[in-house]
């Protein structure tokens, strides 16, 4: 987070202790409408968030408008990163969400640099950009217009019903860059998704917005990901998945089991202890004191399991191993090969962790993973 910016000498007596009189901090906001979440307005200094280091992702650019997600998945990769910020990274990342209030001026003037690529910029790849705060501060359709007016391609990746929202800026961006939009839906048991999920949409109404995006004339892709071991991965729950991802009109499907990273891990297990404790043994095998990965034979069995059925779903088998598209309307696919490179769950190492205390030097922005 970049915190240092302009100066705010007010005092706030709602603040978090410790972030009463930060630099680059605005204030504290809640209100009725969102009861139980807690917003901490921030002035970013800047925006555009560089992908660290040799990073396998297929872009080196992000913009994260939000930290923090109210979304809520027990498994989330970012949990802990808000740990950074002193805050914790079970119930305080689902609720106190730090919003950047300026983003949208701070993108546009980074655009405007001379020494700016146009490379793409991936949104969504650190906390959900349409979670709720976003019904709030309306962040989104100006930072795609800025991607737009500037040239800029574009991804988006939301669990996040509210993108529909946006259909027409994004129809209007994507007649004038590269856009690609991509839905998150894992979860096709609706107490499962409940449990594990409990501030994100359903699914059906994801599918449903799935179904509008590609209405509107996109190629949506859906990541089934993550696919969690002894719990989504039997055959009639991705078959059925797949049916229904196909109804609702997505173009291709990419698929990967469940990694657990060190700061989620304790919070997955502890999920896992109150609503399925039987599994619990299996999960300890599976993913062992700093394993963040399945073992590659458990990664290997899925892919004999998945692979057959995206294709007789004709969701062209894209493993996570394996680069997703980046389409844009109209453009034709990338071809795919298994030669293609790992990238997904294989990401560096976050950057080395500041002090845990605001104003020091400034915490990491997530490396971006892709669930
Ligand atoms: S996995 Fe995505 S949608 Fe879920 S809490 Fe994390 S950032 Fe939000």
Not at 25 to 48: D, I
Not at 256 to 273: D, E, I, T, Y
Not at 279 to 286: A, K
Not at 342 to 350: G, K
Request: hydrophobic fraction near 40%; glycine fraction near 8%; charged fraction near 25%.
């Amino acid at each position: 987070m970049r915190w240092q910016g302009q100066r705010i000498d007010e005092t706030d007596a709602q603040a978090l202790p410790g972030m009463e009189n930060r630099t680059g901090f605005l204030r504290t906001v809640t209100t009725p409408e969102f009861a139980g979440m807690t917003f901490h307005e921030v002035l970013a200094k800047s925006a555009l968030n560089h992908v660290p280091g040799p990073s396998k992702m297929p872009f080196n650019w992000t913009v994260n408008p939000y930290r923090g997600c109210s979304h809520a998945c027990v498994y989330c990769f970012a949990r802990g990163t808000h740990t950074y910020l002193d805050l914790d990274a079970g119930r305080d990342f689902d609720s106190q969400i730090v919003v950047k209030v300026n983003v949208v001026e701070t993108v546009e003037k980074e655009l405007r640099r001379g020494s700016w690529k146009h490379e793409t910029v991936a949104l969504g790849t650190n906390t959900d950009p349409y979670q709720r705060a976003e019904g709030r501060y309306r962040l989104m359709p100006g930072i795609i217009g800025a991607l737009a007016d500037s040239g800029t391609p574009f991804s988006v990746l939301t669990k996040g019903t509210l993108i529909r929202r946006d259909i027409p800026v994004l129809v209007d961006a994507a007649a004038r860059v590269p856009v690609d939009v991509q839905l998150s839906i894992a979860m096709f048991d609706e107490t499962l998704r409940e449990a594990i999920e409990h501030g994100a949409p359903s699914t059906q109404a994801r599918l449903d917005t799935v179904r509008a995006l590609s209405d509107a004339g996109f190629r949506v892709g859906v990541f089934l990901m993550p696919i969690l071991p002894h719990l989504t991965d039997s055959v009639d729950a991705i078959d059925g998945a797949l049916r229904r991802i196909k109804e609702a009109g997505a173009d291709h499907v990419i698929y990967g089991a469940l990694h657990l990273r060190a700061g989620v891990k304790p919070w997955f297990l502890q999920w896992l202890s109150q609503h399925r404790p039987d599994l619990l043994s299996s999960y300890r095998v599976l993913y062992p004191g700093s394993a963040a990965e399945a073992p590659k034979d458990y990664r290997r069995w899925l892919a004999r399991r998945v692979k057959p059925l995206i294709r007789m779903h004709g969701l062209e088998a894209r493993h996570s191993d394996d680069r997703p598209l980046r389409r844009s309307m109209g453009a034709p696919a990338e071809p795919v090969t298994s030669a293609t490179p790992l990238w997904l769950f294989e990401q560096p190492a976050a950057e080395p962790a500041a002090p845990s205390r605001f104003g020091a030097p400034r915490a990491p922005e997530p490396v971006p993973t892709l669930f």
